[in-house]
C-alpha cells in the first residue's frame, strides 16, 4: 500500500490553501493511513465527506486525537501551531435549515485555517423580510458565501444587494427537477447580478478554500 | 388538403378558451387557409408564433383583415361581437427587456378575450429596489403572470410577496448553462414560494389562458 | 441551534397560504423544535415528506398532537381557529392507484386549510370510459388538480374536457425512460390543451397551494 | 468513389422491406450515383430526406424520371414491375397539421411498396370528440400509425381504443421542452396502454416499413 | 378504498390484450384487493413488477391461487377458460443472460394468453457466430423479440437479417454511460435497419403485448 | 415603450459592479433608447454580446460616441469622470486562440472600470511547457481569469500552481461532447484543485466583475 | 437453465482476448454454471464486477479454485497452461486513491493474461509535481493507461507528456456534476492532447483488454 | 497579436504526434499567420475543420501551397523531408457514405504523417454480407479504425471479429435521439466487445492519432 497516497505537504505554500482529504471513496485503512502519515509528520489535517460508520471503524486512539462533527461529515486534526492569522470576516448566508450540513462544512473548513465565520440562517427568498432583516449583518462582512438548493434564488437575491463577493454554494436539497442540485447551480451560472461565482453542488469545502485565497490576498498588505 | 385541418370552434364553450393557431411549423398555405375558414365562419381567430416572414406570404387582402404584431409574433382576426365581458385584473410582470416578446405574447391573448392587463416591466431581482418600488402595484390586481428568462429567480420572490395567484412564463433568454430557459423553468418548479405555477418555456399564450380560465371561475358569480 | 430555524408565521397574511414544513433534509431534533415553537406560539402546522421512520423519533408527546398520514407522509397540527371558511370546491383526479400518495398529499394541504377535496381515482386514458363516467362529477368543481405519472396523457385529455382551471401534478411513477416523473412533467409543460398550468413531480401540496390562492380570490366577491 | 457506396439490393427478400436512401448528409454527387446504380439495374428507389434544394441540383434527366414531393421530402424512382400485392390496410393518425411532413413520409412509403393508406388528420386530444368521431374508421384498420409531436397523448389514448397494433412516431414539432420529440417519444415509451411499440422521432418511413413487415406476415397466409 | 381502483375488464375485447396490474408503487393491501375483485370474478389476471418481499405479504390463500416467478417478478391468476387459441409464434431473443428477467417476463406474457415462445439466449453480437448458429431457428418464427442491454447492437444486426417484425426491448443492464439501459434504447431507436419497433427499457410485457396484437391481426383470416 | 427599461445606475454603489446592457435578445431601437438614457445622464456604460450587424443598426451619432470591439462583442460609452482608482493586478490566461474572443470580453470589462490586465494566451495543457515558462508571469498577479473550453484541464493545473484567487471561465469551444462549454464547465466545478470557482460558460464579464469584487475589498485598506 | 449460457470459448484465438464474465445482473447460480463449465472444460477464466455477497454464495469448492480480490471485485480462475508470453509493458497511472478498484481491475485482468503492469498512484493534478516526478518512470513503458475521476485533468496532461499511447479510463469518483464519472468521461474526449483514446466509466478491463490488443500486434514481430 | 498564438514544434518527438491547427473558431487572420509561421520555420502543417469559405479568405499565395479537401475539411502544408518511415498499416472502415467526411479527416492525418490508409466503405451492418465479404481484407490490418453514425453497431460487430486494435469514431450522422452522435458514441463506450476503445465524436484525426501512437510503438522494433 505504501506509494498509494502522496501528500502534498506543501500545497499551503503554493497554492494557499492546505491539502485536505476527501474521505469518500477511500477505505478506513486508507483514511487512518494517512492520519497516520499527518501525525508522524505533526501536521494538522481537515477531513471531508467522513460518514459516521466510516469514522466508527477507525482506530480508537486515531479517534480520540481528532475532532469529529457528524453533521458536516468533517474530521480536523489540530495543527500544532498556527503561524499569521489571517484577519478576513465571512458571513456563510444559509437559505434553509436543510442547507445546514453545507454550511456547516464551510464553516468548519474556515475554522480549520483560523477564521471564524459568521452564520446566518434560514433566510429563503419566499420570506424576503427575513434576509431584509439580516441585511445589515451580512454587508459587514469581507466575503460572503452563500448557501441554497431548490431553486437557489438567493444566490442572485442577495449578490444584488451587497458588495462583498459571494460564492454560491448550491446544496443538493430538493426534489423532482430540483433533486441533485442541478437547478440551484444553474441559477447561481446564470444570475443576472453580476460577479457571483460558484462552486460545485455541496461543495462548502471549496467555497471556504476560495474565501481563504482571497484572505491571502487580503493579508498580502494591498 | 379538405380534412386536413379541423378547426375546434367548440372549444371556448367547453374549456373556457377559444382555439388559437399555433403558425409554428404550418405552411403559409395551411394558415391561409385556416383564416379563410374562420373568416367565412364569423369567428375571431388569435395565431401565435407566426413569423415576420410567413405573415408575409399571405394574400393581402388577408393581412389587411388581421392585425399583426412583429414582437410577439402573434395575429388577431378580431371576433365579430364579443359576448359577457371578463372582469379579471392581471398583471403581466417581466425581468427584463429581453422577455417583452413572451411578456407582450400574454398581453395578446388576454386583448383577443377581451381583458386588458397592465405592463410592468424590467424589474429582476439583480436590483430589487425596481420589483418593491412596483410591489403595491402588482398587488391590486387579481392574478400575477411573471416572466423571467436566466435564473428565474424573480418568481419565488415575486410569489413570497402576493397573495394573487402566480403564474411563471419562464423564457428562452440566456446563454451558458441558461440558454433555452431550461434553469429558468427549473427555479419555477423548484421554488420555495407555495403554490407558484409554470407553464413551458417561451408560452406567453398559455399563461394567459390559464388567467381566463380563472376568469371564468370569477365570472361565475362565487 | 437557535437562530437556525426562523419560521415565516406572517406568510398566510402576505401570499394567502400558511407556511409549510418540509421535513426532508430536516433531522428529527429539527422537526421537533420547529413543532415545540408552533405549539407554543399556539399555530397550526402542515409538515410533508414527514418519513414514517422520522415521526417515529418525535417524542410521544408530540406525536400524541399531530395527526400523522403514512400514505402521504403528511402531519398536522391542527390549528385553534379556522377563521373565515374558504368555499373553493375542487377535485383531484388521480391517474392510477400508484398517483395515491401524492393525491393524497394534495388532499391533505386543502384539508388543512378547511376545504374538503373530492378524490376521483383509477382514471387513466388507457381505459378512458373511467374518465368518461367520471367527467359529470369532475365538472362541478371549481378547480381540478390532475395527479399521473407514467407519461401524463391524463393532463390534455382533462384540460380539454373542463371548463375549471386543471393544475397538473406530475408524479415519479414510471420506469425506463419514465422513471422519475421527467416525461410526465414533460407532457403537462407541452400539452396541446391551453390554459394547462403544472408544479413540480409528486408536489401535491404545491397544487394544493395553487388552488387555495385562487380560492382567495374568490373569497373576496369578485 | 467506386466502392463507396454499395446497395443491398437484396434487402428486400432478406427482411421483407427494400433498401431505401437516407439522402441528409450525402451530397448531390452521391445520391446521383446511386440514382444512376438503380437506374440501371431497372430497380425502384425510395430516396427520404431530400431537401429541395439538393434534389435541385440533380441532373434533369434524373428528375424528369423521379417522383418528388416536397412536403415529406421524399423521392421515388418507381419500380418497372411490382410483384404480388400486400393486401393490408392501414390508418396514418396524425394529431396537428404540422405533423402532416412526417404523416406523409409515412404514407408515401407504403405507396413505394404498393399500400394505398388512409390518412387522418387533426385529431389532436385537446378536442378529444373528433378522434372519437373518426375512431369507426380508424378501427376498420389492420395497423394504425399515429403520428404526433408535442405531448404525444394521441398515442395512449389511441392504443386505448383499438385492436390493431398502433405504431407511434413522435415528431419534433413542440418548443420549450417539448422541441426535438423528446417528450413526444417519452409518452410512446411511457404509455400507459399495452403493446404500444415506437420508432424514432420524425421517421415517418420507419413505421412505415413496420407495418410492411406486419403485412409481410399476413400475406403468409396465416 | 372502494373507488380506488377500478379494473377495466374490458380492455381484452376492446384492444386485444387484457388488462395487467403492474405492481411497482402499489401496497400489497391494493394489490390484494385487486386479486379479490378478479377472483370474484372469475377471471385471471397477470401481475408484472410484484418483487418477492411485496409478494410475501400477501395471504397465504391468495398466494397459493397465483403461479408467482421471482426471476421475471410476474405473478398469474390463471384464466377459467382461454377461449380461441392464438396461431402465433414467437421467438425470444436475448443477447446475454443478465437479460432473462426482462426476456422471462415477456414469456410469462405470452403464456399467461395462452401462447409458448421460443427463448434463445446468450447471442450476443460479439461472439457473432452465436447468433448465425441460431438464425435459421429464428427465421421459422412469425414475430422476434429482441433483449439486449448494453450497446443494444443485436437489435440492429436481427433486423436486418429476418423478414418478422422484430419488437425491441433494450434492458437496464449496463454500467457508465450504458447504465439504465439508455444507450440501449437509443441504439433500437437510431438502428440502420429498417422496420425495428421498441418499447420502453426492461418492459417485456410491453413487447409481448404488441406480439400478441399481431397475432389478433393474424387470427382475423387476412 | 417608457417604462420597459430601467436602468439601476445605483448598482456600483451598492454592489461594486456598475449595471452593464447584455444585448442578446434586445432589439436596435431597445439598445439605442439604453445608450441615449446613459448619454443624458452623463453616465458611462458597457454594453455585452452585442454583435456587428446590431452595432450596424444604431445611429452614427450613437456609433460615433461608442467604443466597439467586434472581436469580443462589447461597446463602452466611456464615463466622464473616473474616480478612485483600482489596485488591482489581473492576469487573463487563456488556453486556445480561439477562446480569445471571451478573454477580450473579460480584458474590457475590466478595462471600463479603469484596471488593465496582463493577457497570457495559447498555454492549453497538451503543451504544458508554455504554461510552465508563463507561471512566474501569472504568479505576479492578484487574481487569475483562466479562459478554456474542451475539456477545460487548465483550470485544475493552473489552480494547483498559484496563490492567487483563479476564476474560471469555460467557453463554449468544442466539439462532440464538449460542444457548448459543459464539460470545461464541469472541468471547473469537479476539479481536484481546492478554492477554484467558476462563472457561466463564456461569461468573460461575470468573471472579471468577480475579480472588480475582490479589487473592491483590497481598496477598502484592509 | 441449459441453452442460457453460451460460453465463446474461441474468442482469445479470433480477438485476441479471451471471453471474461461480467457478474453484475447475474446470479450465484448462474455464476456457479460458468466456472463449472470452464472447470471442466479445463479452461482459465477471468470474472469481473463480482460483489463480496456473491462471491460469497459460490460453493466452498468452487471458492477454493478461484482467486478473489475484493477491491477490484475480481476473481481468476487460472489457466492450466499460459502459451506465448506477450512482451509489453504497460503503466497504470492512478489520480488518487479512490481510483484504485478501477486501477486494480486493469491489473488484474492484464496479470490474467501474463502481463505484469507498473502501478503508480495519486499522482493527481492539483499536486503537478507528484506527476512530474514519475514521468521519467512512466516514460518507460509501451502503453499508458491513466485511471482518474472528478474533472479528469491527469489524461490531458498525461497525454501531452509521453509517446506511448495512453488509454484513459474515467472512473465514478466524484460529487456533484462529477458525480458518476461522466465530467471525467467527457474530458477524455474533448482532450486538446490529440491521440488520447478512452473506454467506458470505471472500465478498467476494456483498457486491459485495449493494451493487450496493442501487445497481440507487437507479438506479431513487425 | 504577437503572443497570441505558441506553436508547439516540439509536439512530435515529445508525444509521436505533430502538432495540428483546429481551425473552428479561429479567424482567417490567425490561420494565415499560423501557416505563415510554419512556412517560414520550414515546417509542415495539418489543419482541420477548415471550412470552405473560411479557406477562401486565404491569400492567394497561401492557398497555392496548401493542399486543401473540401470534404474532409482539412488542409495539409506537406512537410519539406519526411524522415523514417512508419511501417504500419491502417483499415478505415465507414458504415455509410454520410460518415465519409470524418473517415477522410482520418485518412488525411494518416497520410500527412506517410502512412497511406486501406478504406473500406459502406459496410453497415443492416446488410452483414458487406461487412463480412470485407472481412478479410480488414483482418489483413494491424490497427483498425472505425467510423459509424446512427445506432454504431459496426463497433462491436467489428470488434468481435478481429484481432487487431480497433478505434471508434462515433459522427454525428443521425436523426432524432441519434442526431449529434451521442447514441453511436454511447455504443462505443457500452461495448459488449472487450478491447474497443473510442475517440470523440467526429473526431477523425483523434482516432488518426492514436494509430499513429501505436505504429509509433511498433518503429521501436519490439
Not at 46 to 68: C, H, K, M, Q
Not at 157 to 167: E, H, N, S
Amino acid at each position: 500500500m505504501s506509494g498509494e497516497i502522496r501528500m502534498d505537504w506543501d500545497r499551503a505554500s503554493r497554492t494557499g490553501v492546505a491539502e485536505a482529504v476527501l474521505c469518500a471513496g477511500k477505505s478506513g485503512a486508507q483514511i487512518e493511513a494517512i492520519l497516520s502519515e499527518a501525525m508522524e509528520a505533526g501536521r494538522g489535517l481537515l477531513l471531508t465527506r467522513l460518514e459516521e460508520d466510516r469514522f466508527g471503524v477507525l482506530s480508537p486512539s486515531t479517534r480520540a486525537r481528532i475532532d469529529y462533527d457528524p453533521v458536516s461529515r468533517t474530521a480536523i486534526l489540530p495543527a500544532p501551531e498556527s503561524g499569521e492569522r489571517l484577519t478576513i470576516s465571512v458571513a456563510i448566508v444559509a437559505a434553509g435549515s436543510s442547507d445546514l450540513p453545507v454550511a456547516r462544512e464551510a464553516a468548519r473548513t474556515l475554522q480549520f485555517h483560523g477564521v471564524e465565520p459568521t452564520g446566518i440562517h434560514d433566510v429563503g427568498v419566499a420570506g424576503l423580510w427575513r434576509l431584509m432583516e439580516a441585511l445589515p449583518e451580512i454587508r459587514r462582512h469581507d466575503v460572503v458565501i452563500a448557501v441554497a438548493g431548490m431553486e437557489g434564488a438567493l444566490f442572485s437575491v442577495l449578490a444584488g444587494l451587497v458588495r462583498a463577493p459571494v460564492i454560491a454554494v448550491p446544496t443538493s436539497v430538493g426534489y423532482g427537477v430540483g433533486a441533485g442540485g442541478r437547478i440551484a447551480l444553474g441559477s447561481a451560472l446564470s444570475s443576472c447580478a453580476a460577479g457571483l461565482v460558484t462552486v460545485n453542488i455541496d461543495n462548502g469545502f471549496g467555497a471556504a478554500c476560495a474565501a481563504l485565497k482571497i484572505a491571502g490576498l487580503m493579508r498580502q498588505g494591498r
